[in-house]
């Protein structure tokens, strides 16, 4: 794995322990963002291991996909669409008061749960 996989890698790693110490702190918004920064930099590390370039700087997971070539089943591009929303809506202030406080400990941890398994199946393209 070249250097710059290697960093997406672990700034991937690195955002989804973040998010695991958001739900526990209670701070579940965040725990969103730092889901789809996590699962961002995962598919940027393919990008970068199959074409040896920076990945572009997007935050758009359906794009990043078609990018690395991934086709993706429906719920697997449901669930990232989802991510690349709660981006957005974790960015804005208008985006925030709207979209906050529907975020509970339920959601979070499901949140939690999808992007660990699909990470998991992103870092296995790797080897």
């Not at 996590?38 to 935050?59: D, F, N, W």
């Not at 941890?109 to 990470?119: L, P, S």
Request: proline share 4%.
């Amino acid at each position: 794995m070249g250097e710059s996989v290697q960093h997406w890698v672990d700034q991937s790693r690195y955002d989804l322990d973040t998010a695991t110490a958001m739900l526990e702190s209670g701070r579940y918004r965040y725990v969103l963002f730092c889901c789809q920064q996590a699962v961002e930099k995962a598919l940027k590390a393919v990008i970068s291991q199959q074409t040896g370039q920076m990945p572009p700087r997007i935050h758009n997971l359906l794009r990043l996909s078609e990018l690395a070539g991934i086709n993706l089943p429906p719920k697997e591009s449901e669930f990232l669409a989802e991510l690349s929303a709660y981006y957005i809506q974790s960015r804005y202030p208008e985006e925030i008061e709207h979209g906050s406080g529907a975020v509970t400990h339920s959601i979070a941890g499901e949140t939690m749960h999808a992007t660990e398994e699909i990470i998991q199946w992103l870092f296995s393209m790797q080897r």
